[in-house]
């Protein structure tokens, strides 16, 4: 099971930091990723990062602007979201990877239910 936390409304410019925290397997066997998916949009690769935590990738869109980071102790995945923008606006979702590395959505196993993220201008 895969629970978010930590979306909300920011303005512009402003900063959130996105959880994850997975619980019934052994999370460090899993790769994660993050994804969002706007209103009328598809759901769109954001960032992933691979079991250790040593290797991570992010879309051009947020690459600068956002870190994906791993507790492997605390089952939790994080991203650090700054100089947010309006087009940043989406439902963002996490998702879990029995495998390396992968930024297809097929590929993952698990998803979270999805947060909230509000940009305003």
């Known amino acids: 099971q895969l629970v978010e936390s930590g979306g909300g409304l920011v303005q512009a410019g402003g900063s959130l930091r996105l959880s994850c925290a997975a619980s019934?397997?052994?999370?460090?066997?899993?790769?994660m990723g993050w994804f969002r998916q706007a209103p009328g949009k598809e759901r769109e690769f954001v960032a992933q990062?691979?079991?250790?935590?040593?290797?991570?990738d992010y879309a051009d869109s947020v690459k600068g602007r956002f870190t994906i980071s791993r507790d492997n102790a605390k089952n939790t995945v994080y991203l650090q979201m700054n100089s947010l923008k309006p087009e940043d606006t989406a439902v963002y979702y996490c998702?879990?990877?029995?495998?390396?590395?992968?930024?297809?959505?097929?590929?993952?196993?698990?998803w979270g239910q999805g947060t909230q993220v509000t940009v305003s201008s």
């Open positions: 998702a879990a990877f029995f495998g390396g590395y992968s930024r297809g959505i097929g590929d993952y196993d698990y």
């Open positions: 019934g397997r052994t999370f460090s066997n899993y790769a």
């Open positions: 990062i691979n079991r250790s935590g040593g290797s991570t």
